[in-house]
Nanobody, 124 residues
Framework: QVQLVESGGGLVQAGGSLRLSCSASGRTISTSNMGWFRQAPGKEREFVAG????????YYADSVRGRFTISRDNNKNAVYLQMNSLKPEDTAVYYC?????????????????WGQGTQVTVSS
């Protein structure tokens, strides 16, 4: 089992930045594909960014590419999401997720463990 706890959400003005953290416990996530997802009110949960197990390749949703950066620190068993140039449409609850597999995936169903989420609100 893996327990995930997100932190770092909050209220920020458009154009601002936030850094989300995801701390994992229970077992190492170094070989796990890790992802960030988000869910806005009335909308489905969507993929935001991911980093593969092992080599740590990164991949992004088109809507955030160039503005968001995902990274991982295997020594700290943690994953981060640096969010710059935030827009009101980025407002959502952001979730960290871990897969039992190492390979990249944007599919919710391939992630086995989820955090409780952290609210990000971007004001215009």
């Amino acid at each position: 089992q893996v327990q995930l706890v997100e932190s770092g959400g909050g209220l920020v003005q458009a154009g601002g930045s936030l850094r989300l953290s995801c701390s994992a416990s229970g077992r190492t996530i170094s070989t796990s594909n890790m992802g960030w997802f988000r869910q806005a009110p009335g909308k489905e949960r969507e993929f935001v960014a991911g980093t593969t197990g092992g080599g740590g390749s990164t991949y992004y949703a088109d809507s955030v590419r160039g503005r968001f950066t995902i990274s991982r620190d295997n020594n700290k068993n943690a994953v981060y999401l640096q969010m710059n140039s935030l827009k009101p449409e980025d407002t959502a609850v952001y979730y960290c997720a871990a897969s039992k597999d190492w390979y990249a995936s944007r599919q919710i169903s391939t992630y086995n463990y989820w955090g409780q989420g952290t609210q990000v609100t971007v004001s215009s």
